[in-house]
């Protein structure tokens, strides 16, 4: 089955304790994204990759970090996690040839820092 | 920097009423615009997507119309049904290649009352 995992789904962590939430795709993707989701805010980009060891700054990108070292792998990293990062994320993938553009997404980690 | 709004930001409708959600982009570039729904607690899947050299795109009781020179577009959801309940986010971009940025709005939460 096509699909995009993230792991893990809920997590409650302390400010300062790093921590790291997977996403794998199967579909051989070259683009994945990270967003997250608060509520009046939508979707916001965090990070994005083109292809392997490609990564580029969304819009909320401070305080995280990503890394592409394999195709279908693209973690999100919380160096320093602060309550300001509490949030449901998102990771998405989408073909690059594609013609309709169309993200797939994963089912979310829902992250609380306190 | 480019923009997508949303209207209105919750709606509520009884069964078998029609629903409208509007967006106004800020690009004058964008040329594709996708309509995700997100369920409660589920990912978002696109649902529906019009390109700029096209008016209007019907697909069963879901539209979505363009107006270019007013830069907005508009989803519309005939005779509504409690599983149309849901988040639903519009989003624009230059094109339909993974490569082109996709700006999000920020949201309508719709419930339809039986």
């Known amino acids: 089955e096509a699909q995009v995992t993230q792991n893990p789904r809920y997590l409650i962590t302390v400010t300062g304790k790093k921590l790291t939430v997977t996403c794998s795709q199967n579909?051989?993707?070259?683009?994945m994204s990270w967003y997250r989701q608060d509520p009046g805010l939508g979707l916001r980009q965090i990070y994005y990759s083109m292809n392997v060891e490609v990564t580029d700054k969304g819009d909320v990108p401070e305080g995280y970090k990503v890394s592409r070292k394999e195709k279908r792998n693209f973690p999100l990293i919380l160096e320093s996690p602060s309550p300001n990062q509490t949030s449901l994320y998102f990771c998405?993938?989408?073909?690059?040839?594609?013609?309709?553009?169309?993200?797939?997404f994963g089912e979310g980690s829902r992250l609380t820092v306190l | 920097g480019e923009n997508v709004e949303q209207h209105p930001s919750t709606l509520s409708v009884q069964e078998g009423d029609s629903a409208v959600i509007k967006c106004t982009y800020s690009?004058?570039?964008?040329?594709?615009f996708p309509w995700y729904k997100q369920e409660l607690g589920k990912r978002p899947q696109l649902i529906i997507d019009i390109r700029s050299n096209v008016g209007e795109k019907k697909d069963q009781r879901i539209a979505v119309t363009l107006n270019k020179t007013a830069k907005h577009f508009s989803l519309h959801i005939t005779e509504t049904q409690p599983e149309d309940s849901a988040v639903y986010f519009c989003a624009a971009k230059r094109g339909p290649a993974a490569t082109d940025k996709l700006i999000f709005g920020t949201g309508t939460r719709l419930q339809v009352f039986p």
């Open positions: 690009d004058s570039a964008s040329n594709y």
């Open positions: 579909m051989n993707h070259e683009y």
């Open positions: 998405a993938s989408s073909p690059s040839g594609g013609n309709t553009g169309e993200l797939f």
